[in-house]
């Protein structure tokens, strides 16, 4: 049970690239998840997707675009990379909870650390 | 909109108790999530309320007070190792996840 794993851990790109970040979970939830945290900030939500099939936008989509390619795998892609988009990038997922008590945890992957130059 | 407020750094001793006050003004209210990141890391769960009143959980407890749009979060008994960041979070509109800037909390021997 790996949890939520994330791809790659460091990237580095130009201004103008564009690159696709990886985000898969193995704990069967049904939501998904992409933040960005900013040096001593807090996250804001990128995109998120509350079932297969299904995205929407969060605080900050300009630049971003996700999809939801199956119930385990969410991806985010930045088409043309600029220096403002430089971050760690988080993705987690999400159950209700269990047992008939609702926590709403988010468990996170470890992160990508992008530079964009 | 969303907002939240939180204090920026707390420092406290080791073996004594600090309190992290939050508070947020949130539509589509669910309930108040806490979350820990050491340097480095990724955020991990500590503790949701929904309703009124204190959830403990170990060391950690955590208050909610629907009325005031206020929570804390109680961490007793410090250890060096508590020593992050920590983040409250409002979940509202049934799944989605606000995050207030976090407070670094820095525990001296």
């Known amino acids: 049970n790996a949890g939520v794993t994330q791809t790659p851990k460091f990237q580095v790109l130009k201004t103008g690239q564009s690159m696709t970040l990886q985000c898969a979970q193995d704990?069967?939830?049904?939501?998904m998840y992409w933040y960005r945290q900013d040096p001593g900030m807090g996250l804001r939500l990128i995109y998120y997707?509350?079932?297969?099939?299904?995205?929407d936008k969060g605080e900050v989509p300009n630049g971003y675009n996700v999809s939801r390619l199956n119930k385990r795998e969410f991806s985010l892609r930045l088409e043309s990379a600029a220096p403002s988009q430089t971050s760690v990038y988080f993705c987690?997922?999400?159950?209700?909870?269990?047992?008939?008590?609702?926590?709403?945890?988010?468990?996170f992957g470890p992160g990508t650390r992008l530079t964009v130059t | 909109g969303q907002s939240l407020e939180q204090p920026s750094e707390v420092t406290a001793v080791e073996g004594a108790i600090v309190q992290i006050n939050c508070t947020y003004q949130?539509?589509?209210?669910?309930?108040l999530s806490w979350y820990q990141q050491h340097d480095g890391g990724a955020p991990t769960f500590l503790s949701y309320?929904?309703?009124?009143g204190l959830e403990e959980t170990g060391r950690f407890s955590s208050f909610l007070s629907r009325s005031d749009s206020y929570g804390y979060l109680l961490l007793q008994e410090l250890q060096m190792k508590d020593s992050a960041s920590y983040f409250c979070?409002?979940?509202?509109?049934?799944?989605?996840?606000?995050f207030g800037s976090g407070t670094k909390l820095n525990v001296k021997p």
């Open positions: 309320n929904a309703l009124d």
């Open positions: 704990m069967n939830h049904n939501s």
């Open positions: 949130t539509s589509g209210f669910y309930g």
């Open positions: 979070a409002v979940v509202y509109n049934f799944n989605k996840f606000y």
């Open positions: 987690a997922s999400s159950s209700p909870g269990t047992s008939g008590k609702q926590t709403y945890e988010q468990y």
């Open positions: 997707s509350a079932s297969e099939g299904t995205t």
